[in-house]
C-alpha cells in the first residue's frame, strides 16, 4: 500500500510543520496608496541589511488595520500600512485582541489629482466645480433639485463645452473619503449651499450628507480597481477626467495633464507648503510588542522615515510622496518606541 | 407526381438548406472563437516579448577606496556601511567617464544622467563588492542595467515626443542612449534574468523578474501533486470500486459533484481560517497555497479518476475476479493500470487549473510584494513555509503598478504562464494517446 503509505507520510510532515513555524521577515499590510512606498523601502532595505527583505501587501487600509488588531504572534503581521489615521473603533478592536501598544508612523503626504486626457482641454477647478459637477442633487431655492448639468460649461462658463465625466475612486478605497470631504464637501461649503440649506432649516448631518452625495446617472463612474484602470478608462473616452494619487500622475505625464484646483498645480513643494488643498497624510501602525521578537522591524521602520529614504531627496519624494516637514519628530517617535496614547 | 431523382424537391431542398445554415453558424462560431484567441494572443505577444529583452550598459566602474572603505582593513562590517544610496554617484561617475571617453557631449545634469542608470545596479555592484573586498582601488566591469524608460525607447515603448512630456526622462537622455547604443556601450539583449530575478519595486520595472513567482508557483504544485494525487485517487477507487451503493455514497457524490463547482475564492476563506488561523501555518507560505489549491484541485481529480475507473470494461475486473484474485488484486493489479492514462490526464488538467488561480490566494496573503527566495525548507519556518507570491498573482500584482514598464513585465508573466500552461497540456494529451487502450 505505497499510495496510503505517501498520503500518511505527508500528511505527517505537514502537521510537523506547525510546530515550528517562526518567521525572520518583517510582514506589513495594507494600504495600496503606501504599497509602492513600503516596496521600495523594503527593496532597499533587504539589500542593504542583514535582514531578509520584508514581505509587502496591499489589499486596503480597512484590511491592513482589521489583521494588524487580529492579535500578537508570529501569524499576524508586523506592521499595517494606511492611507488615513487609525479609528478609535479599530483601536478599540486592537486593544480586544491584546493589540495595546501601537506605533503611529506619518511618513508623508499624498496629493490627489485630477488629470485628463494630454491631448484634450486644460482645466482649472475649484472644488465648487467639482460639487457643481457630481453633487447628485442641487439646493435651489429653498428645494433639493436633480443634478441636470451635462456639459462643463454648464458648471462654469469658463470651461469649454465638454460632456461631464468623471472617473472617481470607488468606495473601498480610502482616497474616495479624502476627495468626498476635501472637494466635494468642500466645494459644497465654499459655494454657500452647506450654508442655505442650514438656513433651510435642514440638520447639519443631513446637509453633510447630501453635499457628499455622488450623482449615479453615469456621468460620474466609480473606479473599484486602481489608478491603471482609471487611466485606461480615460485614454479609452478622452472627455473623461479622472481622480488619481500624485506619483501615479507623476509617472505616467506624457499620457495624462494635470489641472489645477484654486489654482494651484499639484507638485511635491505646493502640497508640502500646504497650497494644494486636496492631500492626506500616509501613515504606518507598528505593533510594538513585535519589536524585538520579529528581527528588523524597528530597524525597517527606522530606516523607512531616515532623511535618506524618506526625506525631500529620497526615492520616497522621488516617487511623489510629499515628504513630511516635521520628519525628525515621526524619526524619535519610532526611535523611542512612543506608542499611541502614552501623551507625548 | 413524378420527380426526377437528380432534382431534389421542395422539401429536400429545405433541408439541404437548414444543414447548409447550420454548417455555417458552425464555421462563424469557430471564426469568432478563433478571432478571440488571436485577438488575445497579438495583445499579449506584442505586449509582452519585449520582456524578454533588456537593455544593458557596459560600464567600468572605478572603486574608490576613499568612498567604499575609508578604513583602509576591508572589514565587511564596516563596508556594509556605506549603503547603496552611497554607490548610486560611484556608477553615475562611471557612465560620465564612458561619456566623455566615447566623445558624446550633452548639456544634461549630472543628476539626470545617473537616472539614466537602473536603481538595482548599485545594488549589483556593492553585493559584488562585498563578496570580493579585494575590488575596491580596481576599476571593475560590469554590465549594470539601463533605467525603464531608457530600455522602453529601444524596445519603442518610450519615443522622443513621449519622453518631452515624460518628467522621468528627457529626449536628451534618449539620444545619449542611442549615441552609447551606436558605440556599443548600451546593448538591448536576451534576459534570462526576467526568470530568475525577484520582484521589484515600483521604481524599477527593468529589474523585475519572475524568480520567486516560479519558484512558489513550483513548490505549490508539488504540494498539490503529493496531496491531491494519492487521497484524489484513493478516494476515487473506493467509491467506484468498494464502496455500497447506498443513499450515502450517492450523497458524497452529488458533493464532490457540487464542489467542483465552488467558486476558488471560498477554499480561500477557508484556507485563511483553517490552515492559517486555526493551525497557525505562516502566512503568504507556498505550504498554505498549496494545501488551499489542493482542496480546490481534489474535486477535479475525484471525477475523472472515476470517469477513468468506469471506462475500464467490467469485463476486465470479472476475467481477474473467475481467476481467483481479491478484489483489492483486480483494482490494483488490473483496472488502476488501465485507467492510469485517464487519471494522469485529469491530474495534470487539475494542475494547470491550479497553477492559473489567483482568487484563493488573495486571502492567504500570496498576493504580495516579496524578494526573498522562498526555500524549500527551513528549520524555522518548516516545509514550503517560507513567504513567496505565484505566478499568476505577478501578473496581478504588475497589472497594478503606475509605472507603464509594468504593463510589459506583466504580458511577459503571461506568456511564461501560457507556455508552463501549454506544457503541462501537452504531457496530458502526450500521455492519453502513448497510453490509452480502446476497447
Known amino acids: ?344 | 407526381m413524378k420527380t426526377s431523382l437528380l432534382a431534389a424537391d421542395a422539401r429536400t431542398k429545405k433541408r439541404n438548406a437548414a444543414e447548409a445554415r447550420f454548417k455555417a453558424y458552425g464555421f462563424a462560431a469557430i471564426i469568432v472563437a478563433m478571432l478571440a484567441l488571436l485577438i488575445l494572443l497579438t495583445s499579449v505577444l506584442g505586449n509582452g516579448m519585449s520582456s524578454f529583452r533588456q537593455t544593458y550598459i557596459a560600464l567600468d566602474v572605478a572603486l574608490p577606496e576613499e568612498k567604499l572603505d575609508k578604513s583602509g582593513v576591508r572589514d565587511l562590517s564596516v563596508m556594509s556601511k556605506v549603503t547603496t544610496i552611497g554607490y548610486a554617484p560611484i556608477l553615475r561617475n562611471a557612465l560620465l567617464d564612458a561619456l566623455a571617453a566615447q566623445g558624446i557631449e550633452t548639456e544634461l545634469s549630472n543628476k539626470d544622467i545617473g537616472n539614466m542608470i537602473s536603481k538595482e545596479a548599485a545594488a549589483t555592484v556593492r553585493n559584488k563588492v562585498l563578496a570580493n573586498p579585494d575590488l575596491v582601488g580596481q576599476t571593475v566591469s560590469f554590465d549594470v542595467l539601463a533605467s525603464g524608460r531608457i530600455d522602453g525607447y529601444f524596445k519603442g515603448r518610450v519615443t522622443m515626443e513621449s519622453a518631452a512630456l515624460d518628467g522621468n526622462t528627457s529626449p536628451e537622455a534618449l539620444m545619449i542612449a542611442q549615441a552609447l547604443a551606436d558605440a556599443g556601450v548600451m546593448e538591448t539583449k536576451f534576459n534570462w534574468n526576467f526568470f530568475v530575478w525577484p520582484d521589484a519595486s515600483d521604481q524599477r520595472p527593468e529589474a523585475a523578474g519572475l524568480g520567486v513567482a516560479i519558484l512558489g508557483s513550483l513548490y505549490m504544485m508539488i504540494v498539490v501533486l503529493v496531496l491531491a494525487l494519492p487521497i484524489g485517487v484513493a478516494s476515487s477507487i473506493y467509491l467506484e470500486e468498494f464502496a455500497p451503493k447506498n443513499r450515502w455514497t450517492d450523497l458524497i457524490e452529488v458533493n464532490i459533484s457540487n464542489l467542483a463547482a465552488v467558486p476558488s475564492i471560498v477554499y480561500g476563506i477557508l484556507g485563511l481560517a483553517i490552515f492559517i488561523n486555526f493551525m497557525e501555518f505562516n502566512q503568504s507560505s507556498p505550504l498554505v497555497g498549496g494545501l488551499v489549491l489542493t482542496l480546490m484541485t481534489l474535486p477535479t481529480i475525484i471525477i475523472s479518476t472515476r470517469a477513468a475507473l468506469k471506462s475500464v470494461p467490467p469485463s476486465i475486473r470479472d476475467a481477474a475476479l473467475g481467476v481467483g484474485a481479491s478484489k483489492m488484486q483486480s483494482v490494483f493489479h488490473h483496472v488502476l493500470p488501465l485507467a492510469a492514462p485517464g487519471i494522469l490526464t485529469g491530474t495534470i488538467i487539475g494542475l494547470a487549473q491550479a497553477l492559473g488561480e489567483t482568487a484563493p490566494l488573495l486571502l492567504i496573503g500570496m498576493v504580495a510584494f516579496v524578494r526573498e527566495y522562498p526555500a524549500a525548507y527551513t528549520p524555522e519556518s518548516g516545509l514550503f513555509g517560507e513567504a513567496s507570491t505565484a505566478l499568476p498573482v505577478q501578473v496581478f500584482n504588475w497589472t497594478q503598478r503606475s509605472d507603464p514598464a509594468f504593463v510589459e513585465r506583466a504580458s511577459g508573466a503571461i506568456i511564461t504562464l501560457l507556455v508552463f500552461l501549454l506544457i503541462m497540456n501537452a504531457v496530458a494529451i502526450y500521455l492519453r494517446r502513448r497510453f490509452e487502450r480502446r476497447w
Open chain 1, 1 to 344: 500500500m505505497s499510495i496510503m503509505k505517501l498520503t500518511a507520510t505527508t500528511a505527517a510532515i505537514a502537521l510537523m510543520t506547525t510546530a515550528a513555524a517562526a518567521r525572520d521577515n518583517v510582514q506589513v499590510a495594507g494600504s495600496s496608496t503606501v504599497l509602492p512606498y513600503a516596496a521600495i523601502v523594503a527593496e532597499v532595505f533587504g539589500e542593504n541589511f542583514d535582514f531578509p527583505t520584508p514581505v509587502v501587501e496591499s489589499g486596503g487600509s480597512s484590511a491592513g488595520l482589521k489583521r494588524f488588531c487580529e492579535g500578537v504572534g508570529e501569524n499576524t503581521i508586523d506592521i499595517a500600512n494606511a492611507s488615513r489615521a487609525i479609528k478609535s473603533s479599530e483601536v478599540e478592536a486592537c486593544a480586544a485582541a491584546g493589540v495595546t501598544d501601537i506605533i503611529e508612523v506619518r511618513i508623508g503626504y499624498d496629493g490627489i489629482v485630477f488629470a485628463s486626457d494630454i491631448n484634450g482641454n486644460a482645466f482649472a477647478f475649484t472644488p465648487e466645480d467639482w460639487y457643481k459637477a457630481l453633487a447628485n442633487e442641487h439646493f435651489i431655492d429653498g428645494a433639493l433639485v436633480p443634478n441636470t448639468f451635462t456639459s462643463w460649461n454648464e458648471v462654469n462658463a469658463d470651461f469649454p463645452d465638454q460632456p461631464i465625466q468623471a472617473f472617481i475612486p470607488g468606495t473601498k478605497h480610502g482616497t474616495r473619503e479624502v476627495f468626498e470631504e476635501k472637494v466635494i464637501l468642500a466645494g459644497c461649503e465654499e459655494g454657500g449651499f452647506f450654508q442655505a440649506m442650514l438656513d433651510a432649516g435642514v440638520d447639519e448631518d443631513t446637509a453633510e450628507g447630501k453635499c457628499m452625495a455622488i450623482r449615479t446617472d453615469g456621468r460620474s463612474v466609480d473606479i473599484d480597481g486602481d489608478y491603471t484602470e482609471t487611466l485606461a478608462r480615460i485614454e479609452a473616452d478622452t472627455n473623461g477626467i479622472g481622480v488619481f494619487g500624485l506619483a501615479f500622475y507623476e509617472n505616467n505625464t506624457d499620457k495624462l495633464q494635470v489641472a489645477t484646483m484654486s489654482d494651484v498645480v499639484p507638485t511635491t513643494d505646493s502640497i508640502a507648503a500646504g497650497d494644494y488643498p486636496v492631500s492626506r497624510p500616509l501613515y504606518f501602525y507598528i505593533k510594538a510588542a513585535h519589536i524585538g521578537v520579529i528581527p528588523g522591524v524597528k530597524e525597517f521602520a527606522e530606516f523607512f522615515v531616515s532623511d535618506d529614504i524618506a526625506g525631500p531627496d529620497g526615492p520616497l519624494a522621488e516617487y511623489g510622496l510629499v515628504s513630511d516637514p516635521e520628519l525628525a519628530k515621526v524619526q524619535d517617535t519610532v526611535s523611542g518606541e512612543v506608542v499611541m496614547g502614552s501623551g507625548s
